[in-house]
C-alpha cells in the first residue's frame, strides 16, 4: 500500500531562493513563518521544508549565519 508522506517531495531544486534561505535560517520551523497562516487556511501544506532538505542534500549548506538560540535558565 503506498503511504504519502505529509513532508512532500522537491524536485529539480536548482538554487539558494531567498525563502528557502528564510527556511533554513528558521530550522524548517513552521512557527512564526509567514507561510504557516497562507497554508493554515488550505488543505495544501507547505513544501519549503523538502526543498531545503533537498538543497542541501545536492547544493550543500548555504553560506549564512544561523542564528544563536540562547534559553536564560532560571
Given at each position: 500500500?503506498?503511504?504519502?508522506?505529509?513532508?512532500g517531495?522537491?524536485?529539480?531544486?536548482?538554487?539558494?531562493?531567498?525563502?528557502?534561505?528564510e527556511?533554513y535560517?528558521?530550522?524548517?520551523n513552521?512557527e512564526?513563518?509567514f507561510?504557516?497562516?497562507f497554508?493554515?487556511?488550505?488543505?495544501?501544506k507547505c513544501q519549503?521544508k523538502?526543498?531545503?532538505?533537498?538543497?542541501v542534500?545536492?547544493?550543500?549548506?548555504?553560506?549564512?549565519?544561523l542564528?544563536q538560540?540562547l534559553?536564560?535558565?532560571l
Amino acid at each position: 500500500m503506498f503511504k504519502s508522506r505529509d513532508m512532500g517531495r522537491a524536485i529539480a531544486v536548482k538554487r539558494w531562493t531567498p525563502t528557502a534561505l528564510e527556511c533554513y535560517k528558521r530550522g524548517c520551523n513552521c512557527e512564526g513563518c509567514f507561510y504557516s497562516d497562507f497554508f493554515s487556511a488550505t488543505a495544501q501544506k507547505c513544501q519549503m521544508k523538502a526543498a531545503v532538505l533537498e538543497l542541501v542534500r545536492t547544493i550543500g549548506t548555504p553560506n549564512v549565519e544561523l542564528p544563536q538560540v540562547l534559553e536564560q535558565t532560571l
